[in-house]
């Protein structure tokens, strides 16, 4: 449904308004699998090029979708590929509405994902065992000498088995992303991991953030701005205990379960920002959520929908503003803040899709469609 609500948003908010030159590529997985996936190698190189990416919610494929669209394999994410490529650091940011309370009580201020995005089990070797075996780890220097052999399990029977890693040079990256951020923002630096557990993989993230941590100390302490490392468990419990107004930094599958969880308690993965900010400063802005397939069902039938375009809005106003930023064009930067505030002010003024009518307050007499609430903010501008 996403594809549908991307092409509404481009006709009737952006192309209007902003004479601007897109460099398109479907990512839709009939194309992806017709270029064997290399079209998403060439989005992730365009973005590396020229600096700053939005990007439609894409099909990552299961079982059931390979049969639906015959496809030649189930291929990986797309967003796991782009990140591997650009190397970054996900934000995610609830959007903050006046009429959509959050669902925990306490929640106040914004909290901010920051997700790792390389590596873990986005970027694993995995594969079902049929019998009896040995899996091992195995480490043979390029440069020569010792091999380095680990047990990982003895199987008596059937099983499966998963090989994730990580690289010094990323981990650093992602806690510098989060060091400046935090700084930036003048918000506290979480950070949580399972190092009692893993003492060597998470370990040595916790590792790496005190590092650069200590190495930023003094802008630390000059911004006012706190550091603490957690465990994941505990981190988890002291956020939602919290007001918000921290950046929670994340390994990579926490931050993919845990940005839908903050999402949602703010009210919905339809009212959260994303974007990927790579090492060497570049920029791809998504929405935080899926491809609303359901919908999408009931739109090939003829059916009306009311789906959050919110989120989707959002992923291009943020790219049109760092855009704007970099080529130095202000009234471009001022036209993507200007269509967010409309957004906000037309759902603070009563008008919004299904999910948000459901948890509103005070609650909304009715919803709007899918394209009707798109057509009241164009009209908004």
């Given amino acids: ?7 509404m948003i481009k006709e009737k908010l952006i192309l209007p308004h902003l004479d601007i030159d897109l460099k398109y590529f479907d990512l839709g997985i009939e194309r992806r699998d017709e270029t064997d996936d290399q079209v998403t190698i060439d989005a992730a190189n365009a973005i590396k090029q020229y600096g700053v990416g939005v990007k439609c919610a894409t099909i990552t494929p299961n079982a059931a979708r390979v049969k639906e669209y015959g496809l030649k394999k189930q291929w990986k994410s797309p967003n796991g590929t782009i990140r591997s490529i650009l ?9 903050i509405i006046k009429n959509i309370p959050p669902a925990v009580r306490s929640w106040s201020r914004p909290i901010i994902i920051g997700r790792h995005a390389y590596g873990d089990i986005y970027k694993s070797t995995e594969f079902v065992v049929d019998g009896p075996g040995r899996a091992e780890i195995v480490y043979s220097p390029t440069g020569g000498g010792e091999k380095k052999t680990l047990l990982v399990h003895d199987f008596a029977g059937p099983g499966v088995i998963m090989g994730i890693h990580n690289t010094e040079k990323s981990i650093r990256s ?28 998470h370990g040595f993230f916790r590792d790496v953030f005190a590092d650069e941590v200590g190495k930023a100390q003094k802008d630390f302490d000059s911004a006012g701005v706190q550091y603490r490392y957690l465990l994941i468990d505990d981190a988890v419990a002291q956020v ?4 918000g107004g921290m950046l929670w930094a994340c390994m990579n599958y926490d931050g993919d379960v845990m940005s839908d969880m903050v999402a949602s308690g703010f009210g919905s993965l339809g009212l959260m920002t994303s974007v990927l900010v790579s090492p060497d400063g570049k920029y791809e802005f998504e929405a935080a959520h899926g491809t609303v397939m359901r919908h999408y069902y009931e739109h090939r039938k003829g059916n009306p929908t009311s789906t959050n375009s919110v989120a989707s809005i959002f992923a291009w106003t943020g790219a049109i503003a760092r855009r704007g930023e970099l080529d130095k064009t202000p009234d471009v930067v001022t036209f993507a803040r200007t269509l967010e505030a409309v957004v906000i002010k ?36």
């Fill in 87 to 95: 190397d970054g650091t996900v934000f995610r940011k609830p959007i």
């Fill in 240 to 243: 939602m205990k919290s007001e």
């Fill in 174 to 201: 992602f806690a510098r992303a989060c060091i400046a951020y935090a700084l930036g923002e003048k918000v506290d630096l979480w950070f949580g991991a399972k190092d009692t557990i893993s003492k060597k993989y």
């Fill in 346 to 381: 037309t759902i603070e003024h009563g008008v919004m899709t299904k999910d948000l009518a459901a948890i509103a307050q005070p609650k909304a007499e009715k919803h709007a469609l899918t394209e009707e609430f798109i057509d009241v903010v164009a009209r908004g501008l």
């Fill in 1 to 7: 449904m996403t594809r549908i609500i991307w092409k």
